[in-house]
């Protein structure tokens, strides 16, 4: 979840790829995993809506994917993608794309959500995966809330750091969801 306050300056990630979670492609040449980016509220160019650098236009992908910037001469190509509470955009972990800086037309916050979404037939791409065919236990949710919470409060973005407290809480759910994974994992390959 992303809260860009409708100040000047304030911003969401700047560009990146999602490849902290691999390149995601199969061996088929498939999407194994995509990123859905959900606005909760009216994103707009004024509060920062997402921007974006298609791969057809990106010179780096596929052989530089861990290259974050936009060449002078590739400026041109970068798409602006204003969307409504409610849209569900889309894209794969090759897409540069970045959080826009609210301005002094922002009339509201920019709030958003995402999630990873991946092929069950594809490696999983964390140790918080998900399989969306059942109940998720309560300290699974809790661990994968908490990783993320400690991940916006490490990028340093603008009012992402937590209270002692709440921080405290965090690293603990991540502790208990890791020994509860690696205690899952040693009993599935004992049975």
């Known amino acids: ?28 040449g498939q999407d194994g995993l995509i990123t859905v980016w959900i606005p909760l509220t009216e994103a707009t ?20 994917l ?21 849209d569900v955009l889309g894209w794969n972990t090759r897409l540069l794309h970045w959080g826009g800086r609210s301005s002094v037309d922002a009339v509201a916050p920019r709030m958003s959500m995402s999630i990873y979404c991946q092929r069950r037939s594809a490696p999983r791409s964390n140790d918080d995966f998900v399989a969306l065919d ?16 400690l991940t916006y409060e490490n990028s340093k ?5 937590l209270p002692a407290g709440v921080a405290a809480f965090a690293h603990e759910q991540r502790e208990r969801l890791a020994v509860w994974l690696a205690m899952t994992a040693q009993l599935d390959s004992e049975a």
Do not use: F, Q
């Open 157 to 161: 973005l603008s009012g992402t750091a």
């Open 1 to 28: 979840m992303w809260h860009v306050a409708a100040d000047p300056g304030a911003s969401g990630w700047g560009p990146h790829r999602d490849g902290n979670l691999g390149d995601g492609t199969l061996d088929d």
């Open 45 to 64: 160019p004024a509060n920062g809506c997402m921007y974006v650098l298609p791969t057809d236009r990106d010179p780096l992908v596929p052989e530089s």
């Open 134 to 149: 059942g109940a998720i236990p309560l300290r699974h949710r809790l661990g994968v809330i908490s990783r993320a919470m």
């Open 66 to 86: 861990k290259v974050y910037g936009v060449a002078r001469s590739d400026l041109a190509g970068v798409r602006s993608l204003p969307a409504a509470p409610g």
